[in-house]
């Protein structure tokens, strides 16, 4: 074995256990919080809202929680654990070991794969008894999940090396992952939107991956599924050009 696959193993498996001897917090606050979501809008909009033919409310709305979810624990897993690095001090031991940019790329993001296998898997697994999902494409279901777990975990590894505190992960989370999530289709169907809002829901690379994500389930979306992969793809391939370009140059990483 290389001293680079060393290298990335002993990475990865740090950051799975970074997450792991906290499953409180890094898993099971998300999945409470996001069922708490679907008891009071499911409650509160059954038979309200127009969504897709022979779909209940509560079913299209679990999708779109299970994927906001993903979404925002991705970004929290790689950003949280490159800024507490930079804040202790600790950075410096990574930079020392045998590590290129592409172990610490690959080590950190399949680290957030794992993380948000288990929140997503959580979910489906509390909301049974509320609601049993159908899952008619599977293969789209798998590549949605793959595409936005891994971009938002890229974004979060961007959002810690550009940061220098907490409160740049923060700013980020409030102004960006947050507002972008919640605007997305989560709780509703973009056809119901007014003309301006339905055509800036087209902006917002997190729709797609919530719509294509939904997809999986019911085979009916807000938008073609190919549409949704190639904007998820393209998001995925432009931020990890960024990423690997801050990696390989040591942009704010090295002082």
């Known amino acids: 074995m290389s001293p680079d696959q060393i290298g990335f193993q002993t990475l990865l498996k ?7 001897s906290v499953l409180g917090q890094t898993v099971t606050a998300p999945v409470i919080t996001a069922l708490l979501y ?3 809008f499911a409650q509160a909009m059954q038979g309200r809202a127009s969504v897709y033919p022979g779909v209940s409310y509560t079913e299209f709305l679990l ?5 906001m979810t993903v979404i925002q624990n991705a970004f929290a897993n790689t950003s949280s654990s490159l800024i507490q690095s930079k804040v202790m001090g600790n950075l410096v031991f990574l930079q020392m070991a045998p590590l290129g940019p592409w172990e610490w790329f690959g080590a950190y993001v399949t680290a957030a794969l794992v993380r948000t296998t288990l929140v997503a898997a959580a979910m489906l697994l509390v909301t049974i008894p509320f ?4 899952i008619r494409e599977p293969l789209a279901l798998l590549a949605m999940f793959l595409l936005s777990s891994a971009s938002l975990a890229v974004l979060g590894l961007i959002a ?29 169907s973009v056809h119901a939107l007014p003309a301006f809002w339905y055509q800036a829901s087209h902006l917002n ?4 991956m919530i719509d294509g994500f939904r997809y999986g389930f019911f085979g009916q979306a807000d938008v073609p599924l190919l549409q949704s992969l ?8 432009v931020a990890s050009a960024v990423c690997l370009w801050m990696l390989m140059t040591g942009y704010k990483l090295k002082k």
């Open 63 to 67: 999708p779109g929680l299970i994927m």
């Open 160 to 188: 810690g090396i550009v940061s220098q505190k907490f409160d740049h992960i923060a700013a980020f989370t409030n102004f960006f992952i947050t507002p972008l999530s919640f605007l997305s289709g989560v709780f509703y």
């Open 14 to 20: 740090k950051e799975v256990m970074r997450f792991w």
């Open 230 to 237: 190639l904007w998820s793809l393209g998001f995925f391939l």
């Open 131 to 134: 609601v049993q999902l159908p």
């Open 38 to 40: 679907l008891l009071v």
């Open 205 to 208: 690379p997190f729709f797609y």
